[in-house]
């Protein structure tokens, strides 16, 4: 039986992914989603939801440039 890993960057990693996958499923379906924005709830129209695949090249884009600067520094 394999082991279960409970880590904190797994689980994160986990929830993020099921969060990714629900706003994009309203996205496709057409529906809106509320979020907390300041305090206050903000509803966001499906048209405005950016899609899931460009989420994850932008999310990649970042790691990207946050390992190069940390790389720098250690340069």
């Known amino acids: 039986m394999s082991k279960i890993d409970f880590s904190t960057k797994n689980i ?19 529906e809106a989603i509320a979020v907390s924005q300041n305090g206050k709830v903000k509803i966001i129209p499906p048209e405005e939801i950016t ?23 250690l340069s």
């Open 51 to 73: 899609p899931l695949a460009d989420k994850l090249k932008q999310r990649e884009n970042s790691a990207r440039i946050t390992f190069s600067r940390y790389a720098k520094k």
């Open 12 to 30: 994160s990693r986990i929830f993020q992914e099921a969060v990714d996958e629900a706003i994009e499923q309203h996205r496709l379906k057409g």
